[in-house]
């Protein structure tokens, strides 16, 4: 007998809600839809109302946690239809908040998925680290989610020399302890076992349904924007794209923890090449006609807008595809065939925002039709009570 | 490869299929194909071209007709594929045979323009909730957002 699951759509595990309706029979699941559009917000149809400049601040809103992404990536397309040319310094201040944004990003990523394992001592360790990063933007843009740093032309606020070197020391506490707690992560047999082998995507799969960032590397697809069309300052740059091959959720931790030192590096490069000079020029109100793709590596995959102008202050057409959008056909995937305690895990596994909240999962007996509602801490408990007992898989290596 | 090598190698691929090729930017390709040509020169750039990476799909309200953008990513370059079809009967072909992962984008064409996409797996709609009125399709241009009067319920008339 098959049971449907509804989850969502107020579930802030994805980061707009989004229903989850699973078929399951007994604890394996069978058959995964998703429907989105419960917090659409017609931005596309909003941005062709704004100005050039209003529409920063507006895809700044897009998300909360890569705010600097979808900004980025909208600027660097709008310089391009403006023939504008930012200054130098200008450029590697707006990409060093991108990798503080990145490590941001992935330090609470790792967090959560150490939680959703039963591993709370590990997700403490890096939320206390993402605390060390969170403040350096704070002290660069002023505020801590949305930094507001970019402007048409280059950025907002320069970085003086008492800063750059609070960065620096700040990288240097980070890479220190990233480097402890993931010596201790390796050395957790239990929680390796856990993560092994949940939530498999091939690599087959990987490519044919689209699916970018950290999920796609973790399954062996080695594309990252800032290598394969290198952006900006990202061509000046030594850094090497992470992957991983056990296309699990193990794959993608691994895959977030060798991201988090290679941003280390970018950051450190960006700080001790910065040029002087200004850091911003001004821009014209209107553009010409024209258009453009801009893409962008985001800290959950590839961004892309594409933007048309016709000769006006406003876009003519903004269009704009988030990666997590991208990742919704290859979690379909990843779900089928999983247990049903293996949800919290595979959801963080793709995006960040399960810690927002304890969540009601309603199960619904197809049979009956019966409701009982349980909250998502209990689905954890169950989760962790689950794999209490089960074996621990002897081949199961860190592969750091 | 070069930007120029890859727009040699579209010519001679897509031949007459190609109706114009464009290379407005590093590793920026637009190549416009009629209607008719979409699935094959989709197929020519999975198969030829490393694109099995298609980013999104743009719709565009331009008046009489709409354009298509199927963005596609190699590894080394971005190539956009551009089709249009007449406002009075939007039809366009489904990619979802040659990239499976484009079903999501073509859904969100399907609600958003009123374009009827031929053969997509799952017609339903992708963002727009369930009690959103038919032949409302929102990019168009001509849709303006009129904001529905307050009720309070009990309130007084």
Same mark, same amino acid.
Request: charged letters at 25%; aromatic letters at 8%; a neutral charge.
């Given at each position: ?12 595990? !994805? ?27 017609? %931005? ?39 023939? !504008? ?33 039963? *591993?709370?001592?590990? *997700? ?14 704070? %002290? ?50 239990? *929680? ?67 991201? !988090? ?114 909250? %998502? ?24 | ?5 890859? #727009? ?22 637009? #190549? ?32 009489? #007709? ?50 009827? #996409? ?40």
């Amino acid at each position: 007998m098959s049971f449907e699951i509804p989850i969502g759509p107020q579930h802030p595990a !994805l980061k707009e809600p989004i229903s989850l309706r699973m078929t399951v029979e007994g604890e394996v699941i069978t058959g995964v839809d998703i429907r989105l559009g419960y917090n659409h917000r017609g %931005m596309e149809k909003l941005a062709e109302e704004k100005s050039w400049l209003q529409n920063i601040y507006v895809t700044e809103r897009i998300c909360g946690i890569c705010s600097h992404s979808h900004a980025t990536c909208y600027v660097q397309g709008v310089e391009k239809l403006m023939e !504008l040319a930012p200054p130098k310094r200008g450029l590697y201040i707006r990409y060093l908040v991108s990798e503080l944004e990145r490590i941001h990003s992935h330090l609470l990523w790792l967090g959560v998925a150490g939680h959703e394992a039963g *591993f709370d001592s590990f *997700f403490m360790y890096t939320w206390r680290d993402r605390e060390v990063v969170m403040d350096l933007l704070e %002290m660069i843009s002023g505020n801590r989610v949305h930094y507001a740093i970019n402007t048409l032309g280059g950025v907002r606020r320069d970085l003086d020399a008492g800063q750059i070197a609070k960065i620096l020391e700040g990288i240097v506490t980070l890479r220190k302890r990233s480097e402890y707690y993931f010596y201790i992560g390796a050395n957790e047999p239990s *929680f390796v076992a856990r993560i092994a082998g949940v939530g498999y995507l091939s690599k087959e799969n990987a490519l044919a349904l689209c699916a970018v960032g950290p999920v796609a590397r973790a399954s062996g697809v080695a594309r990252d924007v800032r290598k394969e069309d290198p952006y900006a300052v990202y061509g000046d740059l030594d850094f090497a794209i992470a992957t991983a091959d056990s296309c699990d959720v193990l794959g993608r931790v691994v895959v977030r923890v060798k991201e !988090l030192l290679e941003s280390y590096k970018i950051c450190e490069q960006i700080l001790k090449s910065l040029p002087a000079g200004d850091i911003a020029v001004k821009a014209p109100r209107k553009a010409k006609p024209g258009e453009v793709v801009s893409r962008y590596e985001a800290p959950r995959g590839e961004n892309i807008h594409y933007i048309k102008a016709n000769g006006t202050d406003k876009p003519e057409r903004l269009k704009v595809r988030a990666p997590t959008l991208a990742n919704y056909p290859a979690t379909v995937e990843m779900l089928r065939k999983g247990f049903i305690a293996d949800i919290p895990l595979i959801f963080a596994a793709i995006d960040p925002c399960i810690c927002c909240a304890e969540r009601t999962v309603t199960l619904v007996s197809a049979g009956s039709g019966a409701e009982s509602v349980v909250r %998502m801490s209990d689905l954890r408990r169950r989760a962790i009570a689950r794999h209490r007992n089960a074996p621990v898989k002897r081949n199961a290596v860190w592969p750091l | 490869m070069p930007d120029i090598e890859i #727009v040699e190698n579209l010519k001679r691929d897509l031949g007459e299929k190609a109706l114009e090729l464009s290379n407005p930017d590093v590793r920026r390709i637009f #190549v416009k194909v009629a209607l008719r040509d979409l699935v094959p020169a989709a197929t020519i750039l999975r198969d030829k071209y490393d694109c099995a990476y298609l980013a999104t799909i743009s719709g565009l309200d331009k008046g009489d #007709v709409f354009e298509f953008i199927y963005h596609f990513a190699s590894p080394v370059a971005n190539i956009n594929l551009r089709t249009e079809c007449p406002r009075s009967e939007p039809r366009i072909a489904s990619i979802c045979a040659v990239i499976p992962g484009a079903v999501l984008y073509e859904r969100e064409l399907q609600e958003m323009f009123g374009v009827t #996409v031929e053969g997509i797996p799952d017609p339903r709609r992708l963002n727009l909730p369930d009690d959103w009125p038919d032949g409302q399709f929102p990019l168009r241009k001509d849709w303006k957002h009129v904001r529905p009067e307050e009720v309070i319920p009990g309130g007084k008339p």
